[in-house]
């Protein structure tokens, strides 16, 4: 997951003998796009197209959705420009720039500061930096904690948040398998979908994206992967991966297995309740099986052997002199993590909503705490009320996405009784918010009498400030005022010792760069990383799993299951068989090093053309939280022969198809 800023020209050239040039990483970078909502995408033609996976613009299609539309299911084709719909509130984001702020971050945080002062000072010169940047280039301009600590980076992204959906496949084309299937190979998914930029209303004309390739990725070919990994833990202590072993994902794995037998007994009601949680359901059951393979890798003896052995290693390799000051950080993160440990459950509860979870809370809460923060100078708000990150915040606040009244009940009790049961009934705080009611009184009695899902009443209350959300007296808002002091106080606990952890890790990465240098790549952060692999299959319990699959599996999978859900067939891909050349390959592995945040993701060739798309990886991979490996571990792609062959044979969508392939002279 290396920076685009710092790649591995060395390990290519010494594994691969590829010579990686700035003009190669510009046009990547700049063909490379984030989407805001989780996931990645790229350009793939001059005209705007975006191409990332159903999954990732599950989130736009869903909010589409009605009664009467069931656009996840059914998919959707734009058979002209004036058909292609707007999203409601997608943001494109496309890394203009990158430039070192490290000097200017670390040099405002003086060694006599508290924990509290330090943080303070912290957050006051990246709010600083991110809108003298914003206010000079107009770009969205983000402060990026590097190395745990160890480096600020600036990144700038061009923003586009005229969006619109142009083809989506059926979802059981693109998520064929299901949820037994998600996370294994083989695989066969046409998990994929187009949007296209618009600039003032026309379609944005695009100077970097990424030719096709025509004959798509080939076994033991050297691919890259330019995506936007979320987050990893690879640089995380020995305490902070016990805490996440004991504390962190047990928690969470309890969480989600409850919240997926509630919305499983709620979408299983009608199909009308299946549609509105489909999205949500999705999320939640992808996640499970992700945290359970991490929880699985932390309990691995081997991994946990390794990585004392790296840890040994790299301890060997500091010069002396700087191994006090290493062993100290690493007991001063011990520390920190112990406290974050004792308050981290209010904190989730709380700051993190797992007590209140509906977006009509979420949007409650946002109105309260923006008439507060506003009034604040720049640098002394909470984060996702700085200056620079308005217009993102704006976009969501005032999203027109249908709030059903009877699903946000549903979670909102839930998550109430949750509460409950995690601080007891007898807690003070627990006996407040809940007002002498049950869980299912009370949010019936929040959701009914709330007007927070009236997006003008929002726009009336954002413009009038903490006066005009005091005075509107609206119950979800007071709910949210009830609970800020307790959020805010934990929040200030938590957001301190990160900031001791930081320090602390910043003293282990000086450490580290004397070691190793610049050989190194940071944690994941969201931002734009480039990883490289090989084609390649590989070989578990005593079983050869080749590189690729092709149309042909995917109708012998069919017949394995005698098409019964989840392996069946939507009828288009029955009636057009005997149309495809079921030689094509589908979908294949690489060894490409991805995490969630990936899916997306452009698999390019050494020239700079689209050979596949991430989507997935397989059980293997799931342990690359923590360590990479490419024994068995493999990151899962559409093949780009597949995807054209299905727009021509399966959906008759030729246009699409030839504009993907009309190349940049």
């Not at 670390?106 to 990246?126: D, H, I, L, Q, Y």
């Not at 923590?626 to 024994?631: D, G, L, R, S």
């Amino acid at each position: 997951m290396w920076l685009f800023n710092n790649p591995p020209r060395k390990q290519l050239k010494d594994k691969y003998g590829f010579e990686v040039t700035d003009a190669w990483l510009d046009h990547v970078q700049k063909s490379s796009v984030r989407f805001n909502s989780g996931g990645s995408g790229e350009f793939v033609s001059e005209d705007g197209l975006v191409m990332s996976n159903h999954h990732v613009g599950a989130d736009a299609l869903q909010k589409f959705g009605d009664k009467d539309h069931n656009y996840i299911r059914d998919g959707f084709r734009a058979k002209t420009r004036g058909e292609e719909k707007r999203c409601l509130d997608l943001e494109l984001n496309v890394l203009m720039s990158i430039e070192d702020v490290t000097a200017r971050v670390n040099a405002a945080v003086k060694p006599e500061m508290t924990p509290a002062g330090a943080f303070a000072a912290r957050r006051s010169v990246m709010a600083a930096i991110e809108k003298e940047s914003t206010d000079k280039t107009g770009l969205r301009s983000d402060v990026v904690t590097l190395y745990q600590g160890g480096q600020y980076h600036l990144y700038c992204f061009k923003k586009y948040t005229d969006v619109r959906l142009v083809f989506a496949p059926e979802q059981q084309a693109a998520f064929y398998g299901g949820d037994p299937d998600n996370f294994e190979y083989p695989r066969f998914d046409l998990d994929i979908c187009f949007f296209r930029a618009y600039e003032n209303g026309q379609p944005a004309k695009i100077q970097h994206h990424l030719n096709w390739s025509k004959a798509g990725a080939a076994e033991n070919e050297l691919v890259f992967v330019s995506g936007h990994p979320g987050r990893t833990s690879r640089e995380f202590t020995a305490a902070e991966l016990d805490y996440m072993r004991d504390n962190q994902l047990p928690y969470t794995l309890a969480r989600l297995n409850r919240l997926e037998v509630l919305l499983l007994s709620y979408s299983g009601r009608s199909d009308e309740n299946a549609r509105k949680s489909r999205e949500d359901l999705f999320g939640i059951q992808n996640s499970r099986k992700a945290y359970d393979g991490r929880i699985a890798g932390l309990l691995d003896p081997e991994l946990t052997s390794d990585r004392a052995a790296a840890a040994r290693k790299l301890g060997d390799m500091m010069p002396p002199e700087m191994r006090p000051a290493a062993q100290k950080a690493e007991r001063t993160i011990a520390a920190a993590q112990a406290v974050m440990a004792e308050h981290a459950l209010r904190y989730r509860l709380l700051e993190t909503s797992h007590g209140f979870m509906s977006t009509s809370f979420g949007i409650a809460r946002t109105l309260l705490r923006a008439g507060d923060e506003r009034a604040k100078p720049n640098g002394e708000r909470l984060r996702e009320f700085r200056d620079s990150a308005r217009e993102s915040m704006e976009l969501q606040l005032f999203s027109e996405e249908p709030l059903y009244a009877d699903y946000e009940i549903l979670k909102l009790a839930d998550s109430l009784a949750f509460l409950e049961i995690k601080l007891g009934a007898e807690d003070a705080l627990v006996k407040s918010v809940l007002a002498g009611k049950s869980p299912r009184e009370r949010a019936a009695e929040l959701i009914n009498g709330a007007k927070v899902r009236d997006v003008a009443f929002r726009k009336k209350m954002y413009g009038g400030g903490s006066v005009a959300v005091t005075a509107a007296h609206d119950p979800l808002i007071e709910l949210a005022r009830l609970i800020d002091g307790p959020s805010r106080e934990v929040r200030k606990i938590i957001e301190e010792q990160d900031e001791v952890k930081q320090q602390a890790h910043a003293q282990l990465s000086k450490a580290k760069f004397a070691a190793l240098g610049t050989s190194v790549y940071p944690d994941a952060t969201f931002t734009l990383r480039l990883a490289y692999g090989a084609v390649k299959g590989y070989e578990t319990g005593g079983q050869k799993i080749p590189f690729e699959t092709t149309f042909a599996g995917l109708y012998e999978r069919a017949g394995e299951h005698h098409n019964k859900p989840p392996f069946d067939l939507p009828p288009r891909w029955v009636e057009r068989k005997s149309r495809l050349n079921l030689a094509t390959p589908f979908n294949f592995v690489c060894t490409a090093d991805i995490i969630g945040g990936n899916s997306g993701s452009p698999v390019v060739n050494k020239d700079a053309e689209l050979v596949g798309i991430i989507f997935d990886g397989n059980l293997e991979s799931l342990v690359f939280d923590f360590v990479y490996t490419e024994k068995v571990a493999r990151a899962v792609s559409v093949h780009s022969s597949a995807i054209v062959e299905a727009l021509r044979k399966v959906y008759d969508a030729n246009e699409l198809a030839d504009e993907l392939t009309r190349r940049k002279k």
